[in-house]
């Protein structure tokens, strides 16, 4: 029997929009964020103490220090080295939500999307409706589950990611994926979010 003539456990509409895409960048790109975060941070700190060594070193011998290219090359590194933590904070995810929604314009003609997630007892059938396309995967195959505050992220084996938006279902309720997803998965890491 086909999966559009079974009676789905439950559904999940998703539409896409540019707070989605950014909501979904954050949480994929959280760990990156720290990782960058400390070593910029860190290297910050190290090139700042260099600094003013080099500035007290000028001052002890009564030279004056901006007329040394040593101390421009390295105002220069600090400066950019704090863009790095900038730009992975304030402008990667905007850029990365504005190029989904672009490609999404391209392929289906519009910048939104509408996507139904059907929960069967065996699998999950994924539809795209601006595409009609269709991807299905049994919950062996699921690897991670995470919640962040409107999204439920999916990780699949395959290195897919499936977007569900905690407000989206029909036939149960945020809490009842959990414990959907609980008695399905047991095997996967699932990190949900504390009460609201």
Known sequence: ???NERKAIFTNTVLTSREMHLELYHSVRAIWYVIVSAV????LVWMGLQLRDLILAYEEAGESVLSEPVFW???LGLAMWLFIPVWAVLIAPKRYANRQLRRHAE???????ELVNSFFD???VLHNQASNGEMRFAY????????T???FLIWT???QIVVLSRRGFDGTDAAGFRRFMDEKCPNAKRKWRKAD
Do not use: C, I, P, R
């Open 1 to 3: 029997m086909e999966e």
């Open 40 to 43: 910029s941070v860190g290297f």
């Open 73 to 75: 090359m390295t105002v």
């Open 107 to 113: 392929s289906y003609g519009t910048e939104q999307a």
């Open 122 to 124: 065996d699998a999950v």
């Open 140 to 147: 062996s195959s699921v690897k991670k589950v995470t919640e």
């Open 149 to 151: 505050k409107n999204l």
């Open 157 to 159: 084996e395959q290195k």
